[in-house]
């Protein structure tokens, strides 16, 4: 990831994204969507196996028809606006929300954690941006799409094993989260999205240092202070109250304009995400409370990510309201 290729898409990645929020027609921010997809798929390759090439074809096919239709439709709408919709749909197929996810978990599962964490925060950008710059009557009809991700998020999680597995479904429960915060005021998307960052990173930085893939090697790890921010910070994602994923949540239910039937899913799909959540750090949460922490174990650059992680949003909250 230091050769200046590398450097060279991942500064096309950011440009992109910043191209698709600055932009004010539809054929710009279609070509910002198009470079930030295809700046993506040379970050894929880390190790330059057959995996990461399956991954980038299943990353790019579900891409390009997206982008498709939503130039297509961009297009034939001047002339139909009922076909409006179309715009919704292919945002929805890019940021991969149920029930347009179906490319969404086969692509993480061969990936690796670097490229892996670009997809589930940083990818996420651009679309939500592209929806938010439509009219607020197209982003009312996202708002089923937004509890049928939430559910199924919640619902897909239950019977995984692998860490990236579950991070994927809790990535397609959060977007459910997202698009439904772009029906209140633009600043809790905002919030949502950098809170959502932050956890993320406390949660990659572990998964990259101590390589755990599967919830039992999570009982088998010398550093038990590394394991507790772990499960603290997977449980802030699942929306545990008094943990900043709960608040983000709060945010989105005091502020969204959503109707009450649309709530109600996206509060059940956060609690069933939350129940595998639990049953996959409680028993960490136990034995840790055994151990005998000596100071020295108590700093370190994973614990000051996840003070990050908790208080930046916090003080973005105490900004923008």
Not at 39 to 68: D, H, N, R
Not at 254 to 283: P, Q, R
């Amino acid at each position: 990831m230091k050769t200046p290729s590398k450097l060279l898409f991942m500064f096309l990645l950011i440009s992109s994204t910043y191209l698709v929020a600055c932009s004010s027609n539809w054929l710009t921010t279609w070509m910002g969507l198009e470079i930030n997809m295809l700046s993506y798929i040379p970050l894929v390759f880390i190790k330059e196996s057959t995996s990461e090439s399956e991954a980038a074809v299943k990353y790019l096919i579900p891409q390009s028809l997206g982008s498709t239709i939503f130039i297509s439709s961009v297009i034939v709408s001047t002339y139909f606006n009922n076909l409006q919709i179309l715009t919704v749909i292919a945002m929805c197929l890019k940021l991969g929300v149920a029930p347009f996810h179906f490319w969404f978990p086969p692509v993480m599962a061969s990936l690796q954690l670097t490229p892996a964490f670009i997809l589930l925060t940083w990818q996420k950008i651009a679309p939500l941006l592209a929806i938010s710059s439509l009219n607020p009557l197209l982003v009312k009809m996202a708002m089923p799409v937004a509890m049928v991700s939430a559910l199924w998020g919640g619902i897909g999680g239950i019977n995984q094993t692998d860490i990236r597995s579950l991070l994927t479904y809790s990535s397609i429960a959060h977007t459910g989260w997202m698009l439904a915060s772009i029906n209140s005021n633009h600043s809790i998307l905002i919030v949502y999205l950098c809170t959502y960052i932050m956890i993320n990173i406390s949660i990659f930085s572990i998964l990259y240092k101590e390589g755990i893939k599967s919830y039992k090697q999570l009982f088998f790890s010398k550093e038990p202070m590394k394991l507790f921010i772990l499960s603290i910070s997977i449980l802030s994602l699942g929306g545990l109250p008094p943990l900043m994923g709960f608040a983000m949540k709060l945010l989105v239910l005091m502020f969204t304009e959503a109707k009450m039937i649309f709530i109600f899913g996206l509060i059940v799909g956060a609690l069933m995400s939350l129940l595998y959540y639990l049953s996959l750090t409680f028993s960490v949460l136990l034995s840790f409370s055994k151990m005998r922490l000596s100071k020295s174990t108590m700093i370190s650059k994973e614990m000051m990510l996840f003070f990050l992680s908790q208080i930046i949003p916090l003080t973005l909250v105490l900004f923008f309201f």
